[in-house]
């Protein structure tokens, strides 16, 4: 019989019982349920958080096999979001989850929100649009959003806060005209050590203009890892928290970890430098 204070009993220690309690009320949600995303909800159900919202508006694929948790051949052709809720509840029974199947847009961004303690953000690399929308409600709703990107065998974290940095003025997408030089702005802001770039082994792998990369279950895994880290201590309101301009970048092929910095997000003169060398290297 499943109880909860049993479930997530190993977590004591480095959580007390009473925060372990408090994990339980909280409310997170997950925008995105392919690799980061579904690893995401699923490291948050064994941390005990009982309540999400979950969106993804795809079903599964067989290409999706290496690094989404629930792509399997049992899964192929079904949807992302209602597996998931499935895997979620597999582990906690009590959980409470909403789905939202069609994706996160104008007309349901609120109801998204609602009640949210935390956003974790996870959708696709392309999805500007969407991802822009979600990060501005965030901030107007005082939203703490954690954002973290697997990158070659690796993990660029990002954090915003309420009353810091914005993601608009960390990324600069005002800046550029163009939806492929506003991801090219989106690419050198989430990784501004590019600690991935000299281990690309096939460049014509990523295809801008296809909307498509390479990517492994390594770095999906370092994602989730970091990423629910920090969302644990945010809720618990514990431990210092890197909030943009800051980030963090971690990869393990290297063996090396960054602390990033940019006081001017894109608008600085070393992120001015690397947009141009990321736009001739994408062409």
Not at 97 to 124: C, M, P, R
Not at 128 to 134: E, S
Not at 182 to 198: D, E, K, T, V
Request: net charge positive.
């Amino acid at each position: 019989m499943f109880k909860y204070e049993d479930a997530f009993s190993r977590n004591i220690g480095w959580v007390t019982e009473e925060e372990q309690a408090l994990l339980r009320t909280k409310k997170v949600a997950v925008a995105g349920a392919g690799g980061v995303g579904s690893l995401h909800m699923l490291t948050l159900a064994r941390l005990g958080i009982q309540h999400m919202h979950i969106s993804d508006f795809d079903e599964y694929e067989v290409h999706n096999f290496n690094r989404q948790f629930g792509a399997l051949m049992s899964t192929v052709g079904k949807a992302k979001v209602s597996t998931m809720n499935t895997m979620i509840r597999d582990i906690n029974p009590d959980a409470a989850v909403k789905e939202f199947d069609g994706g996160v847009d104008e007309g349901n961004v609120d109801a998204f929100l609602e009640g949210v303690d935390i956003y974790v953000d996870s959708l696709d690399f392309f999805a500007l649009h969407a991802r822009k929308l979600l990060f501005s409600k965030c901030y107007e709703k005082n939203i703490p959003v954690v954002t973290a990107a697997p990158l070659g065998m690796g993990c660029a974290l990002l954090c915003f806060l309420p009353g810091r940095m914005t993601f608009e003025q960390y990324f600069r997408f005002n800046d550029k005209a163009t939806e492929e030089d506003q991801l090219i702005q989106f690419l050198i802001g989430l990784s501004p050590a590019m600690l991935q770039r000299n281990y690309l082994v096939d460049t014509s792998t990523v295809n801008f203009k296809k909307q498509k990369g390479p990517s492994t279950v390594m770095a999906v895994n370092l994602c989730a890892g970091m990423a629910e880290t920090y969302v644990l201590k945010i809720l618990l309101n514990r431990g210092n928290i890197l909030a943009a301009p800051y980030g963090i970048h971690f990869d393990a092929y290297r063996n090396v970890l960054k602390k990033t910095w940019r006081p001017f997000g894109n608008r600085g003169l070393t992120s001015r430098l690397m947009f141009n060398i990321a736009k001739k290297a994408v062409q």
